[in-house]
């Protein structure tokens, strides 16, 4: 053999042959290894679940929730159909013998996706920006004078602002404890009791109420900006399950004090309604943003781990590279 070749001669020990030592690391990226169809497959698993979580996240949290209760639901289930397409590309693929690693990797990353992002924009939509549209869906009054106006008054009022002397009676408040504490306590009208006839029992429609910031033992209320000595405004209470709790605590107080209270309609007591309400919709948002962003960072990682995992022929990730003529080798 040539001298080129390593090959000794002669007295030196006759004819042998050093082979490079395979490489043992099976972690990092081998470019040689990732081609255009693995880079073709992976830019698949990496824009198209991002764009799922997004359209079932936005459709599920803002408006059109809000707008067509029913309907939305529809249009979150279009976003199941990369998820069906890649179920049938899977099976095809099975079917004629070819490797089926990344049309199952992608399956589960659009469902997971789709299931990510509904469960997301429905929570964000019940715990956020419901409150926001049904509150914004309402009218605004200005100073209402407790003493002269019912609750069937104000059943469409969304945010009340009161009148100057408007205040909260906490020493007359009350709770009903069902896992959670729920608190009310009645707005009093400027001047004193508010009453509809002479000798007739005082009668209080409008009440402010507040979740575990009070206790059994204890009844003044301590919700919401009860020590702020300019608030005199009323956000309205807009979840309905609260609401038969907060209507049983005020059944409560009824019995309690000696009151009546026909028709309660409940308020959030602060001092500015309107920014009160933006809250709503800028947590919401905010949490929008943060999960999409997250969702994308950890379906980009998963992304890159599966390149690395999918870019052997076998499945043996961590075997030795059988050399050809090696018995094992098949």
């Known amino acids: 053999m040539p001298p080129g070749y390593d090959a000794k001669h002669g007295d030196e020990g006759g004819m042998s042959i050093r082979r490079k030592t395979p490489s043992k690391s099976h972690v990092f990226f081998e470019r040689w290894r990732i081609n255009g169809p693995i880079l073709l497959k992976a830019s698949i698993c990496f824009l198209i679940p991002p764009m ?25 289930f279009i976003a199941l159909a990369p998820v069906l397409f890649s179920v049938w590309a899977t099976f095809k693929n099975w079917q004629i013998g070819l490797d089926t690693r990344w049309s199952m990797a992608s399956t589960f990353l659009f469902f997971a996706a789709w299931a990510a992002g509904t469960v997301f924009g429905d929570v964000n939509y019940l715990v956020n920006l419901h409150n926001f549209y049904f509150v914004s869906a309402l009218k605004s009054y200005s100073n209402i004078k407790p003493k002269e106006i019912t609750g069937t008054q104000l059943m469409d009022a969304g945010r009340v602002q009161f009148a100057e002397g408007t205040r909260l009676k906490v020493e007359m408040g009350m709770s009903f404890t069902m896992w959670d504490t729920y608190c009310v306590a009645p707005i009093l009208a400027p001047g004193g009791m508010n009453a509809v006839a002479p000798g007739s029992p005082a ?32 956000l309205r209470q807009s979840n309905e399950d609260e609401r038969v709790y907060f209507a049983l605590a005020v059944q409560q107080a009824e019995a309690a004090y000696g009151i009546t209270a026909a028709h309660p309609i409940f308020f959030h007591w602060v001092e500015d309604p309107d920014r009160a309400l933006q809250t709503f919709f800028t947590k919401g948002f905010r949490a929008w943003v943060f999960m999409i962003f997250s969702h994308f960072c950890i379906n980009a990682f998963i992304v890159v781990l599966l390149m690395n995992a999918f870019k052997y ?6 075997a030795e590279e059988k050399l050809p003529g090696h018995y094992m080798s098949h």
């Open 52 to 76: 799922i979580f997004m359209w079932t996240a936005t459709v599920l949290s803002f408006s059109m929730h809000f707008t067509y209760p029913k309907r939305v639901w529809v249009v979150a």
């Open 313 to 318: 022929s076998n499945r043996a990730l961590f």
């Open 203 to 234: 009668s209080y429609d409008l009440w402010a109420v507040g979740k575990n910031c009070c206790s059994s033992d204890n009844p003044a209320f301590m919700c919401g900006e009860y020590r702020n000595p300019d608030a005199r405004s009323g």
